[in-house]
């Protein structure tokens, strides 16, 4: 899981077009930088749930105790026959079934599968509940693969999918306004960002003290409506995505 997003939240453009920034001297420089922040910043808080689409190449394999019905890696290297032919024995290592879990949701779309090296035709598999590789019939993936070369080589299975979810309106709003505030900071000017130093009057007296801003704490900014959107969409303060492993489950390497 990244720690920014694939795709920022707002945009330099976004920005220069709110009211708040075109009504005062901001320097277009300082945008940039401030739209940056700001998304990678909620994307963050938010238990980074949302990171746009994001692109990988899967390399999936199975743990190496072998599947039912085929004949165990770990037999193969006892009896010295080598990776090839124990994956030409096994017919390509093919022990997954016809639908193969991803391990990324939610996946996109499937932008290309290889399989020996060979570009699969489209209409051979198809994408189910935006995680599952499925085969239709009963023809099956291999999950047995030399991790060692390209996926352009025999011996070699791959899946380039496009993935993950796009932040909501909310999300927008929140990083348009955090972003803002981030930019007249910036450019020294008013502001709705919190102020580390506080000046208190009482009884006539005045003295200056520091905010403790136990808002940092609680995963928050200090500005009203963008942690409405970090409470309403991260509520449990998670700082990602729950996921589910076991050492029983098939694994997936990513390549680049």
């Known amino acids: 899981m990244t720690t920014v997003p694939c795709a920022p939240w707002v945009t330099a453009a976004d920005l220069a077009g709110r009211p708040d920034i075109t009504d005062k001297v901001v320097d277009a420089g300082v945008l940039p930088g401030a739209a940056a922040d700001a998304s990678n910043l ?23 105790y072998g599947c039912a019905g085929v ?16 994956m030409a024995a096994t017919n390509g290592g093919s022990c997954c079934p016809a639908g193969l ?12 599968v290889k399989v020996n090296g060979v570009v699969q035709d489209p209409a051979t598999y198809r994408l189910d509940d935006n ?6 019939g009963l023809v099956l993936w291999p999950v047995y693969q030399r ?14 999918v496009t993935h993950g979810q796009d ?3 909310a999300a927008v709003s929140a990083a ?15 502001n709705r960002l919190p102020q580390r130093v506080l ?14 801003q136990t808002f940092i704490k609680e995963g928050l900014t200090g500005i009203y409506e963008v942690d409405l959107f970090i409470r309403g969409y991260n509520p449990a303060k998670q700082t990602r995505r729950p996921t589910v492993w076991s050492p029983d489950m098939a694994q997936h390497r990513r390549t680049g």
């Open 42 to 64: 909620l994307y963050m808080l938010s238990g980074r749930q949302f990171p746009g689409a994001c692109t990988a190449t899967l390399r999936p394999t199975a743990a190496l």
């Open 71 to 86: 004949y165990p890696l770990q037999a193969a290297v006892a009896a010295g026959m080598g990776i090839d032919s124990w």
């Open 101 to 112: 879990r991803l391990g990324l949701y939610p996946i996109r779309s499937v932008t290309q």
């Open 131 to 136: 995680r599952w590789l499925v085969r239709p």
């Open 147 to 160: 991790l060692d070369l390209p996926d352009t080589a025999a011996g070699t299975f791959s899946v380039a």
């Open 167 to 169: 932040p909501p309106q």
């Open 176 to 190: 348009s306004t955090l972003g803002a505030e981030l930019a007249k900071a910036r450019a020294g000017l008013s």
């Open 199 to 212: 000046t208190l009057t009482r009884q006539g007296m005045s003295m200056t003290v520091l905010d403790p």
